[in-house]
């Protein structure tokens, strides 16, 4: 049986406290944004999601390649904790850019480029789970589950571009945005508390894969227990 | 001069989202594993058993 480690106790505390404080940030700390109202402090944790949705796509795009040239099965059991943390976060980044678009521009959804990568990639990684639960030998699994990350993975980036590259009503926040798009400016007290939000998702987002792992960890075991008994 | 909308319903319901969708996915990673304990459990029983019944 797996013990949980004291580190993983400590990332357990240190991401509660990170949450809090990035909660206090946001509601509190952060001034009011004149235009938007109370509603632009969502922003924070949007950004964070955002970030962590699509670090751990990425992530299980690299660990795809990585089972696909090692065939060990560990890999395959992070590309499966980094999809699903991942799909988690991605999807309270969409909810929150929903519930930020009804006062800013009058609408829960519209099929803006940024917002329909967005959709497109949330659903790539959910029809991932539909793969695999359609898929009864281990080794098969993980082989099209690393296939399927690794294309599935090109939605990360094209997703982050791509209210760089095309007219979009989706604010820039990172980086330089075209003449015709609207960029987002942050006094120092809001930049405090986006970098913040960053630090704590990733901490969180670390925390949650942690033991996503381990839970993979103890379906590998299971289903070799399975196998013996079954013998 | 413009005055600041009250949008404070929207950002009560994003911050509500947020919790509660971590939150759901926290419990679903503790009862699945609770779930898999009790089966490596109930497994390794049965493990120790079959050789029991097999000297028998």
């Known amino acids: 049986m797996q013990s949980k480690s004291i580190a993983l106790t400590i990332l357990d505390v240190v991401s509660i406290i990170l949450l809090a404080i990035s909660t206090y940030l946001a509601l509190f700390f952060a001034p009011t944004e004149l235009i938007m109202g109370q509603v632009q402090r969502v922003f924070y944790f949007h950004i964070g999601t955002a970030w962590v949705g699509l670090l751990g796509f990425v992530l299980a795009a690299i660990s795809g390649v990585i089972y696909l040239i090692t065939k060990d099965m560990k890999w395959d059991r992070f590309e499966v904790a980094a999809v699903e943390v991942s799909t988690m976060f991605f999807f309270i980044t969409i909810v929150l850019g929903s519930i930020w678009a009804r006062p800013a521009w009058n609408t829960w959804w519209t099929w803006d480029p940024r917002l329909t990568t967005a959709a497109v990639t949330e659903l790539i990684y959910i029809a991932y789970f539909m793969l695999r639960q359609g898929i009864d030998d281990p080794e098969k699994r993980a082989r099209f589950g690393a296939v399927y990350t690794i294309l599935g993975g090109v939605s990360a980036p094209i997703t982050f571009m791509v209210i760089r590259l095309f007219r979009t009503i989706h604010p820039v926040i990172i980086g330089a945005a075209n003449a015709n798009q609207e960029k987002m400016s942050m006094t120092g007290d809001m930049k405090v508390a986006f970098f913040f939000a960053l630090f704590a998702f990733t901490v969180i987002f670390i925390d949650l894969m942690w033991h996503r792992i381990r839970l993979g960890n103890l379906e590998e075991k299971v289903e070799q227990l399975k196998l013996k008994v079954s013998m | ?56």
């Open chain 2, 1 to 56: 001069m413009e005055i600041t909308p009250d949008t404070s319903s929207y950002m009560i319901a994003g911050f509500v989202v947020t919790f509660v969708t971590m939150g759901i996915y926290i419990a679903s990673l503790y009862i699945r594993n609770r779930n898999l304990l009790q089966d490596v459990e109930t497994l390794e029983s049965m493990q120790t058993e079959k050789p029991k019944s097999a000297k028998k």
